[in-house]
């Protein structure tokens, strides 16, 4: 019995349709994996939010673990130059509080230095340098609250800033767990 020549040259091709669906199961299963593991070390990380950061970015889907660090670097990069660039704007407003405008100015501050620290942090960690990223993205950590105590201690108003504090805060908590778990495999 003869078999027909279909039949070889269709098996590495199922084959291939295999590998690539297995690959793709696992990317996908990868974010909330990692992130329920982040969660569980770190009580200040929301499952939720790390994943749904993380899915948000438009090359997550197909990155490892170390590709996902160097995104949620950037996820942070990109909440603080937005953040600084909110804080700008707020503080166009000729009829603000005087305090309130002395902490956005505080605040635009702690975010400019975060920028250019977090550009460092990335490169940092794209050279293996973890313990210096880890000093530079727990730096940001810093700026983020910090300007949000900085409205509690006036105890007058809520901050306009909360939100994109937290997420700040947060972000970079993911951020620094990639961080922590690559430096921890070395």
């Known amino acids: 019995m003869r078999t027909p020549a279909f039949f070889f040259t269709s098996l590495p091709v199922s084959l291939l349709f295999f590998l690539f669906t297995f690959n793709a199961i696992t990317a996908n299963n990868l974010i909330p994996e990692t ?5 569980q070390y770190d009580p200040n990380l929301s499952y939720n939010f ?7 970015a438009p090359k997550s889907q ?4 170390h590709k996902l660090g160097i995104i949620s670097i950037k996820l942070v990069r990109n909440n603080a130059t937005d953040t600084r660039h909110y804080i700008k704007h707020l503080l166009k407003n000729k009829n603000l509080d ?6 956005l100015g505080d605040c635009l501050e702690l975010y400019s230095d975060a920028i250019p620290t977090i550009k460092h942090a ?4 794209k050279s293996k340098k973890y313990e210096d990223a880890n000093t530079e993205v727990s730096s940001v950590i810093d700026a983020s609250t910090t300007c949000e ?6 105890n007058r108003l809520v901050s306009p800033l909360t939100k994109r504090n937290s997420d700040t805060f947060q972000l970079s908590i993911i951020a620094l767990s990639f961080i922590n778990m690559h430096n921890s495999q070395n």
């Open 35 to 39: 992130c329920k593991k982040f969660a």
């Open 98 to 103: 005087p305090y309130v405008s002395a902490c």
């Open 62 to 65: 197909r990155a490892g673990l």
């Open 50 to 56: 790390c994943v749904n950061s993380l899915q948000a």
């Open 122 to 125: 990335l490169m940092n960690y």
């Open 149 to 154: 105590d900085g409205f509690d201690e006036g």
